[in-house]
C-alpha cells in the first residue's frame, strides 16, 4: 500500500506562483512514474506533468516553459513549480505513482483568480 499526500494548493493572482509537494509513503521498491494531474469543473482528469523512474519529462503542452517537475529520490517526494499561472489553470491537481500498480493522492486546490 501507498500512500500520497499533497500540499502546496491554494488561492494566487493571475501571474503568479505556487508549488505544490507529494509525499509517498509505504512499501514500494521502485516506480515507472510519479506525476501531476488535474482536473477542472466539468473536465476529464489530464495530465500536467510526469517524470519517469528514468528521469524522462512529461509535460501538457498548455503548461510547457510555466511549470517544472522535479523530484527528490531521498525523501520520495515529488514537487510541481507553476508559474506565470493563468485561470484557466484552476482545478483540483492530484498526485500519481504508477508501476504495475496505481495510486493517487487526495488532491489539492489551486484557484487563480484576481
Known amino acids: 500500500q501507498v500512500q500520497l499526500v499533497e500540499s502546496g494548493g491554494g488561492l494566487v493572482q493571475p501571474g503568479g506562483s505556487l508549488t505544490l509537494s507529494c509525499k509517498a509513503s509505504?512499501?514500494?521498491?521502485?516506480?515507472?512514474?510519479m506525476g501531476w494531474y488535474r482536473q477542472a469543473p466539468g473536465k476529464k482528469r489530464e495530465l500536467v506533468a510526469a517524470i519517469s523512474s528514468g528521469g524522462f519529462f512529461n509535460y501538457a503542452d498548455s503548461v510547457k516553459g510555466r511549470f517544472t517537475i522535479s523530484r527528490d529520490n531521498a525523501r520520495k517526494t515529488v514537487f510541481l513549480q507553476m508559474n506565470n499561472l493563468k485561470a484557466e489553470d484552476t482545478a483540483v491537481y492530484y498526485c500519481?505513482?504508477?508501476?504495475?500498480?496505481?495510486?493517487w493522492g487526495q488532491g489539492t486546490q489551486v484557484t487563480v483568480s484576481s
Open positions: 509505504g512499501r514500494f521498491f521502485s516506480f515507472e512514474q
Open positions: 500519481n505513482i504508477r508501476g504495475g500498480f496505481s495510486y
